[in-house]
């Protein structure tokens, strides 16, 4: 207990004098009232009318986490079926003025005053609907140029395999292990399908195959119509322990300690066509596991809405792969490479949001938007590049996923 006895009579006075107003019953309930009366001892009831500034002075003094074990503690053992009723009545009123005036629907609707679980340490399902773009791992396929050789000049833009925003979804599941601590288990799932393509009239020019090694020039790599299509997509699982570190009445502060998998996978095609056609695949592929620690920051705007900040560091234990073909229709495969790499990934994230929760606690919205980069990691850009210049070692990129979350949550 954080209170010494002393305050448990102040605390009763409390509550026995708002049940005893006009406004908490009616005076004309006889039996409730007497059974009130004789609890009632005319010098504690004197101490409280000489301090009217007593209920003021708990609520301030009381961390949040506690008023509701406190005002647990008056119970009678002796209580009727009138007596009974009052109690409750003197429960729900004590938390109301212990928590000064703040939402305790579910203490309330259950009659009792058992310790209010904030959300994020309830047992609950998550459904999370992801609205991400990956950013730093756009492929430049084709350029258009008036003709061939040294002299040759751009006509036009390069033609970009460009991801743009696409749904993902993410589900959790969440296991109370105490008042300030809980386990999660969240699973996370996005794939990202990018198309474009590319054509000229005879005599208006060529397109440059920006992605065939070099040396295969002869293999007609330049051509008048162009396409491609990538794809990008990753699985994630989350398993963390989140505990309260601090919690005030205008904050609170979790921490998370746990360990991600992460599945990144790049499939890039690319053709470039005038009689005969020529095709570039590279597929890329990261595996890896590792700790996950977390800070989360909750603030309060009012009983229903709130604003968080959560930011969390992985370290990845894995391996890259990648593949790379050429090939052509009349020539056949025309190039090939393959890497096999072990590394180290950082993970860096960050989510600002705006949360809402139902009068009864057990509903939940939010918005938010979200950040995450993989460092040290591979883009299929970087690959073709590193074939293209005979060299496979010390390739390294960043891979970053932002854009918009929204996620439904209920719990008990």
Known sequence: MLFNKPHVPHLIVTAILAITSPIAYSQTDTARHNWIESVQKPSIRQSADNDNGIQQAIALETPASTKAKVAAEITPLDAGPFEEQALIDIRRTSL??????????????????????????????????????????????????????????????TLFADPTYQPGFRIGLTSNRSDTSSLSVDYWFYQSQTNGSGQLDGGAGIFD????????????????????????????????YRTTFLERDLYTVDFTIGARYARIDQDFHAAYSILGTTDVNAELGFDGVGPRLGIEFDRPLDDQYHIFVNASGSLLVGHVTGEYTQTNAFSGTVATAALDDSRLVPVSELEIGLGWQSASGHWHLSASYYVG?????????DFISGVQANSLHDLGDSITFDGLMARLEITW
Request: charged share 15%; aromatic share 8%; glycine share 8%.
């Open 209 to 240: 195959a920006l992605t065939v090694h070099p040396n295969t020039t002869s293999v007609a790599t330049d051509s008048l119509q162009t396409s491609t299509n990538y794809d990008l997509d990753f699985d994630i699982i989350d398993a963390h």
């Open 96 to 157: 109301f003025a212990l928590t000064d005036g703040k939402n305790v629907s579910r203490a309330a609707e259950i009659g009792c005053c058992e310790t209010d679980i904030r959300s994020v340490h309830r047992s609950g399902l998550t459904g999370e609907f992801l609205y991400l773009q990956a950013r730093g791992v756009d492929v430049p396929y084709a350029a258009p140029f008036d003709g061939i050789g040294l002299n040759a000049v751009p006509i036009g833009p």
């Open 373 to 381: 980069t993989y460092h040290n990691s591979l883009s299929a850009a």
